[in-house]
């Protein structure tokens, strides 16, 4: 399994963006779907977004569609998120996540985790 490392949290206003980012080794990335998770302090971790292997296809929870967008650079072994017009509720732990079964990534349980990277969102 792959080994990932996320990057890019911070404190942003309400309405601001952010791009995270998640570097992977240890294993050939472009085989992997990966995805996107948060948690929110006192509530379960949530899914956000997939992106597949080859990036040929992404999929979105319902309600970000159009403000997130995740985006991978194989050759740099890195999946992006962009957070546009971020609300004061979506301050999370946000998760990059790996499996070479797209299914299994968007379960919750992929193979591989990052150890997180924070999102403030102050109102």
């Known amino acids: 399994q792959v080994q990932l490392v996320e990057s890019g949290g911070g404190l942003v206003q309400a309405g601001g963006s952010l791009t995270l980012s998640c570097v992977a080794s240890?294993?050939?990335?472009?085989?992997?779907?990966m995805a996107w998770f948060r948690q929110a302090p006192g509530k379960e971790r949530e899914f956000v977004a997939l992106i597949r292997g080859s990036g040929s296809a992404t999929y979105y929870e319902d309600s970000l569609k159009g403000r997130f967008t995740i985006s991978r650079d194989n050759a740099k072994e890195t999946v992006y998120l962009q957070l546009n017009s971020l609300k004061a509720e979506e301050a999370a732990d946000y998760y990059c996540?790996?499996?070479?079964?797209?299914?299994?990534?968007?379960?919750?349980?992929?193979?591989?985790w990052g150890e997180g990277t924070q999102v403030t969102v102050s109102s």
């Open positions: 240890g294993d050939t990335f472009s085989d992997y779907a």
């Open positions: 996540a790996g499996d070479r079964w797209v299914p299994k990534c968007a379960s919750d349980s992929p193979g591989s």
